[in-house]
């Protein structure tokens, strides 16, 4: 199952983990794991090229995590909301496959 946590600190979004594997078929045929991977992907260049707010980005072992480094902004905001649509919608598709935190920091 793949687990993604949004971190949020007085009512913004600060940063994001994805990590895990759906399980839906094989890896590398996995179409959950392709949709997941191509939304955290856009987000996650989004915030780091886009958003105007300095960014740390990492990937390692199947695990993708982004933190502000800088005050959110709207276009944080609206990135990190975009992404939590996007799995919330694959999660409803395949509800087996993914599972949404949203944890107060």
Not at 7 to 22: E, L, R, S
Not at 39 to 48: E, F, P
Not at 72 to 80: A, D, M, S, Y
Request: hydrophobic share 40%; aromatic share 6%.
């Amino acid at each position: 199952m793949i687990s993604a946590g949004f971190y949020k600190k007085n009512g913004f979004f600060t940063g994001c983990t994805v990590t895990g594997h759906a399980g839906y078929d094989d890896a590398g045929k996995d179409i959950v794991c392709a949709a997941v991977t191509s939304a955290v992907q856009m987000a996650a260049n989004g915030l780091t090229e886009l958003s105007g707010t300095p960014c740390e980005s990492r990937a390692e072992n199947g695990t993708v995590a982004v933190t502000l480094q800088g005050a959110p902004n709207e276009k944080t905001e609206l990135l990190f909301q975009s992404l939590l649509l996007q799995l919330r919608l694959i999660e409803e598709g395949y509800p087996e496959t993914i599972g949404i935190k949203l944890v107060e920091v």
